[in-house]
């Protein structure tokens, strides 16, 4: 079953911050976070495995909460370089395949 | 950083005829890749998972027979579109897992199919 995103669009001046959810009905081993530009594949940004950690990428992090099955991105500071797709995908074990939430457009503007 | 190279970026076909889209691994070993479709402003949708040496396993609705996924070595898997139509037309991208749990599965560049 699908993840459930939220927003599903969000609009932002440079320099503001953001926060993306990702919702799973299911039990979940690891989420992982995608940024897709328009017209191309998405790009890694990081992945969070059971344990409840918190990671970071430049002035983007993540939480991963075992529990309630949620993960959110936080987005700090933002930069027009932000803008994109932003998609969580849910894995049950490693190396398994990743069921992958409606996404979540993201607009930085100046 | 690891790299999966996806070709071709582009194709246009006739309607009946078939395309091959490959995607390789440059500098690991992929021990399973993943197969995605993904229609304009939509999410990416699992077609199927194959593992080198085993045949692919499918996702519910997607033909096997129609979508033919090869995963003969370590480094090279394929999807075939066989008689494609006009519906098939979609951004295809491949996506890759060899390494460790830690790390996050790498994407091809995507293939834009267009059938005509």
């Known amino acids: 079953q699908q993840p459930v995103q939220s927003p599903q669009a969000v609009i932002l001046r440079e320099g503001e911050d953001a926060v993306i959810n990702c919702s799973s009905s299911?039990?979940?081993?690891?989420v992982h976070w995608y940024r897709q530009k328009h017209g191309e594949a998405p790009v890694f940004l990081m992945i969070?495995?059971?344990?409840?950690e918190q990671k970071g990428h430049e002035k983007i992090s993540a939480s991963f909460n075992e529990k309630k099955q949620q993960s959110s991105l936080y987005l700090t500071a933002s930069q027009l370089s932000y803008s994109g797709t932003y998609f969580c995908?849910?894995?049950?074990?490693?190396?398994?395949?990743?069921?992958f939430g409606g996404g979540t457009r993201v607009l930085v503007k100046p | 950083g690891a790299v999966v190279s996806q070709h071709p970026s582009r194709v246009i076909c006739k309607s009946g005829t078939s395309v091959k889209i490959e995607c390789r691994s440059l500098d690991f070993q992929a021990t399973t890749m993943f197969w995605y479709r993904q229609f304009p402003k939509q999410s990416l949708m699992l077609m199927a998972t194959?593992?080198?040496?085993?045949?692919?396993?499918?996702e519910q609705g997607v033909e096997k027979d129609k979508f033919l996924i090869n995963h003969a070595s370590l480094t090279l898997s394929t999807l075939t579109v066989t008689s494609a139509h006009p519906e098939d037309s979609s951004f295809y991208i491949c996506?890759?897992?060899?390494?460790?749990?830690?790390?996050?599965?790498?994407f091809g560049s995507g293939t834009r199919l267009t059938v005509v």
């Open positions: 996506s890759a897992s060899g390494q460790l749990a830690n790390y996050g599965y790498t």
């Open positions: 194959s593992n080198e040496g085993s045949k692919a396993t499918y």
């Open positions: 969070l495995l059971k344990g409840g």
């Open positions: 299911k039990a979940l081993y690891s």
């Open positions: 995908g849910t894995g049950k074990a490693a190396g398994n395949k990743l069921t």
